[in-house]
């Protein structure tokens, strides 16, 4: 599996990590689609970098993060004394998602799994789907956005 570049690290210190996609030029007279944000807190237990990324159907299986709706965050002092850290995208367009994180202990970029496929790393899910014998489906974890959704809360286990 190849891992990300670490110059795709955004760091933290008590503040929210924010990723956001320009939408995309629309001809003269159209409306732009409404753009959202979706934002939440993930709680994790150890050390190592937060990954959240925000999916389609099409990207939820992929092996590793997926952008453009990508955070990495290095949870700094007051973070890692908390245990939970801040996450916020912008810019989202209308659309069914899975927001998805896990905790890279061994900085390597990767969800590590074991041999017949569970995650070794801590991992969680927005709408918690932690299936014993199959991995999660898309359509567990999958919200419809229509507008912000800032609530969100995923805890890593």
């Known amino acids: 599996m190849q891992s990300l570049p670490r110059t795709r690290l955004l760091t933290t210190s008590g503040l929210c990590a924010i990723a956001s996609l ?3 030029q ?15 807190t993930i709680h994790f237990d150890g050390t190592g970098t937060v990954y959240v990324d925000l999916v389609t159907r099409d990207d939820f299986d992929a092996s590793t993060p997926v952008e453009p709706f990508l955070a990495v965050l290095e949870p700094g002092p007051e973070e890692l ?13 209308p659309g069914t998602y899975a927001v998805r994180a896990f905790l890279d202990q061994n900085e390597n970029g990767v969800l ?26 898309f359509e567990d974890s999958a919200f419809e956005l ?4 800032t609530e ?3 805890t890593l286990r």
């Open 22 to 24: 320009t939408a995309p």
């Open 26 to 40: 629309l001809p003269s007279g159209s409306e732009q689609p409404k753009q959202m944000e979706v934002a939440g």
């Open 81 to 93: 004394a908390s245990k939970r850290v801040s996450f916020a995208f912008e810019g989202v367009s």
């Open 112 to 137: 590590d799994s074991y041999l017949l496929g569970p995650p070794k790393e801590p991992w969680g899910l927005y709408r918690p789907n932690r299936p014993r014998m199959m991995r999660p489906r």
């Open 146 to 149: 229509a507008d912000d959704e």
């Open 152 to 154: 969100i809360q995923i």
